[in-house]
Every structure is written in structure tokens, then in C-alpha cells.
């Protein structure tokens, strides 16, 4: 079992900067891959990015030049930079671990969310 504590969360302006931070504790398997969804009112779920152990990324188009996710490995933690927000950014911020040593077997632990809400 792995648990996840987001935090960083927050009412920001339009142009403005947020950083979130997710903490993984538990059975923390070395080489994993963790990331950043998030959920708008009304919408699916979402992909944001996400970042493995060893350092490969995959960021969404919506990401993209504006957010930068990194980790530290030594602390199980990721980070997600958010650089000019815009109102569409409005939306629960999900971190997400994942565990898949087998080709069929992936293990999925989500953090409770945190909201972000970018408003004037």
C-alpha cells in the first residue's frame, strides 16, 4: 500500500505561479512513476504529467511549456510547477502513483486532491 499527501494548492490570478507537492509513503517501490491529473467540474479526469524514477516525462498539451514536474526520489516526493495559469486551469489536482512491474499488473494509489482555482 502507498499513500499520497498533496498540498500547494490555492486561489491564484490568471498569469500567476502555484507549486504543488505530493509525499508517497508505505511500500514505496523503487522504480515507479509518479504523476499530476486533475478533474474540473463536469470533466473527466485528466492527465497532466507524469515523471518516472528514472527520469523519463510525458506531459499533457495542456502542460506543456507552462508546467514542469520533477521529483526526488530520496524524499518520494513530486513536485509540479504551475507557470501562467489561466482560468481553465480551475480544477482538483490528483497526484497518482503507480507500480507496474508486469507487463498485465499495474498498481494505481490517488491522493486525496487538492484544489486549484485560478481567478481574478
Known amino acids: 500500500q502507498v499513500q499520497l499527501v498533496e498540498s500547494g494548492g490555492g486561489l491564484v490570478q490568471p498569469g500567476g505561479s502555484l507549486r504543488l507537492s505530493c509525499v508517497a509513503s508505505?511500500?514505496?517501490?523503487?522504480?515507479?512513476?509518479m504523476g499530476w491529473y486533475r478533474q474540473a467540474p463536469g470533466k473527466e479526469r485528466e492527465l497532466v504529467a507524469t515523471l518516472t524514477s528514472v527520469g523519463t516525462t510525458n506531459y499533457a498539451d495542456v502542460a506543456k511549456g507552462r508546467f514542469t514536474i520533477s521529483r526526488d526520489n530520496a524524499k518520494n516526493t513530486v513536485y509540479l510547477q504551475m507557470n501562467s495559469l489561466k482560468p481553465e486551469d480551475t480544477a482538483v489536482y490528483f497526484c497518482n502513483y503507480r507500480y507496474s512491474p508486469l507487463r498485465d499488473y499495474s498498481y494505481d494509489s490517488w491522493g486525496q486532491g487538492t484544489q486549484v482555482t485560478v481567478s481574478s
Open positions: 508505505g511500500s514505496v517501490a523503487r522504480f515507479n512513476t
